[in-house]
């Protein structure tokens, strides 16, 4: 079985030696890049299963480096930020990045952040079954959505979010909830709900005809978000065509 492969990007030595020797300890296959422009070129070539980005680097930060990555492909991506710099973290999510990790971190913490989203990301064998409300239809043996006919580029993260939602319409999750079932921690001191909010915004802005007005993914008042009630769920024969 091919293992993993995990692209490492930061500009100090020292993180990226640490992080690579507990990844390879831990089973990955890594890649590691000094700066953007080295990260850029790795993620074109060796096409890897996780990246861990650093915000602050030389020639190309962080953000530019997501923001291009975005341009192409939906890989997960968990960035490494600054200790307390709220802004960055927002910043980040918003840019298509999956999760964070604060600096400094711990390599432990980072490796499990790393297992709980390619774990969450794996698509599940044999899984069929189609979603339908509206103009929206969600695939997800195909992990694919489409609006009006037309596919919908999503992150991985931002799939099972939707996925969650729209297989239990009407049912509200709470943001710790959504934390442990999406992307596979409880919350703890290291967690920020935010990131949940974000990628709420994120997918509104993708499938929403009015992201204020939402009509798909609803907040629930006092607890977190829910899926619009009365979404079917269709499970086609064996051999049907699956496609909406």
């Not at 850029?40 to 096409?47: I, P, Y």
């Not at 341009?71 to 991506?77: D, E, G, N, V, W």
């Not at 711990?106 to 079954?129: H, M, N, Y």
């Not at 024969?237 to 909406?244: M, Q, T, W």
Request: net charge neutral; proline share 5%.
């Amino acid at each position: 079985m091919e293992r993993e492969r995990i692209l490492v990007v930061d500009d100090e030595s020292t993180i990226r030696h640490i992080v690579e020797t507990r990844l390879k300890l831990a089973g990955y296959d890594v890649l590691t890049a000094a700066d953007g422009a080295e990260a850029l070129e790795a993620a074109a070539q060796h096409h890897p299963s996780l990246i861990v980005l650093d915000i602050m680097m030389p020639k190309f930060d962080g953000f530019e480096v997501c923001r291009e990555l975005r341009k192409s492909m939906m890989t997960p991506i968990i960035m490494l930020t600054a200790k307390g710099d709220i802004t960055d973290r927002i910043a980040a999510l918003e840019l298509g990045a999956d999760d964070y990790v604060v600096k400094p971190f711990s390599p432990r913490e980072l490796e499990a952040r790393i297992k709980a989203v390619l774990r969450r990301t794996q698509p599940e064998t044999g899984k069929q079954a189609l979603i339908r409300i509206d103009r929206i239809s969600i695939d997800t043996g195909k992990r694919q959505v489409l609006k009006d006919g037309r596919k919908v580029k999503l992150t991985e993260m931002e799939f099972n979010l939707l996925e969650l939602l729209a297989n239990n319409p009407g049912r509200p999750y709470s943001r710790s909830e959504i934390l442990h079932q999406v992307w596979g921690y409880r919350l703890n001191q290291y967690s920020d709900t935010r990131v949940v909010d974000v990628h709420i915004s994120r997918l509104r802005a993708k499938l929403e005809d009015d992201p204020g007005a939402p009509e798909l993914i609803l907040t629930a008042r006092g607890t977190g978000y829910m899926f619009a009630q009365g979404a079917p769920v269709d499970l086609p024969p064996a051999g049907a065509s699956r496609e909406g």
